[in-house]
T-cell receptor, first 110, second 110 residues
Framework: RKEVEQDPGPFNVPEGATVAFNCTYSNSASQSFFWYRQDCRKEPKLLMSVYSSGNEDGRFTAQLNRASQYISLLIRDSKLSDSATYLCVVNKVYGQNFVFGPGTRLSVLP | EADIYQTPRYLVIGTGKKITLECSQTMGHDKMYWYQQDPGMELHLIHYSYGVNSTEKGDLSSESTVSRIRTEHFPLTLESARPSHTSQYLC?????????FGPGTRLTVL
């Protein structure tokens, strides 16, 4: 079993749709959680950190459920420019190595 | 904007050649990483370093080697390139809560 698992995708959605990505992690001692975005043939970039209380950044909302070892990302009013692969990332030990999930690809269609 | 650089960006080379992929960062980060990623596939950690003279192998076995003589520099070397080494190689550095990636080197071994 992989340490970090994500919805397999791809997700093909129309502009304006709301889309939710799910991620689970296996190490209950994991400390920090993130969503990264990777455009086609580009490097990953941090989208947002995920806090226990949940956090929102514009159209993006991230939530963490430590008891279920589950992380989610919600994108509202999706734009064409949101098309990318979304990577769930877990930091097993604070400040140490980051574990990347396999990613979920999103295509927003006109 | 992240200050992490990789050269070359693209490299096409014949089997048996020795190659070095360069990575440098100007952020003063102690932690640096090398990932390998095939098109449309997930990231695999192949090497990491927590500081000068510290290097460790990652989760994915790799025939490459790395060195960390200076904080800002983390080169990756393949002594004898083979077609199976064809991939994208991404370098990253991190603070505690974010990894910054370089633009990557696309390596093709003929």
């Amino acid at each position: 079993r992989k340490e970090v698992e994500q919805d397999p995708g791809p997700f093909n959605v129309p502009e304006g749709a709301t889309v939710a990505f799910n991620c689970t992690y296996s190490n209950s001692a994991s400390q920090s959680f993130f969503w990264y975005r990777q455009d086609c043939r580009k490097e990953p970039k941090l989208l947002m950190s995920v806090y226990s209380s949940g956090n929102e950044d514009g159209r993006f909302t991230a939530q963490l459920n430590r008891a279920s070892q589950y992380i989610s990302l919600l994108i509202r009013d999706s734009k064409l420019s949101d098309s990318a692969t979304y990577l769930c990332v877990v930091n097993k030990v604070y400040g140490q190595n980051f574990v990347f999930g396999p990613g979920t690809r999103l295509s927003v269609l006109p | 904007e992240a200050d992490i650089y990789q050269t070359p960006r693209y490299l096409v080379i014949g089997t048996g050649k020795k190659i070095t992929l360069e990575c440098s960062q100007t952020m003063g980060h102690d932690k640096m990483y090398w990932y390998q990623q095939d098109p449309g596939m997930e990231l695999h950690l192949i090497h990491y370093s927590y500081g000068v003279n510290s290097t460790e192998k990652g989760d994915l076995s790799s025939e490459s080697t790395v060195s960390r003589i200076r904080t800002e520099h983390f080169p990756l070397t393949l002594e004898s390139a083979r077609p199976s080494h064809t991939s994208q190689y991404l370098c990253a550095s991190s603070e505690v809560n974010e990894q910054f990636f370089g633009p990557g080197t696309r390596l093709t071994v003929l």
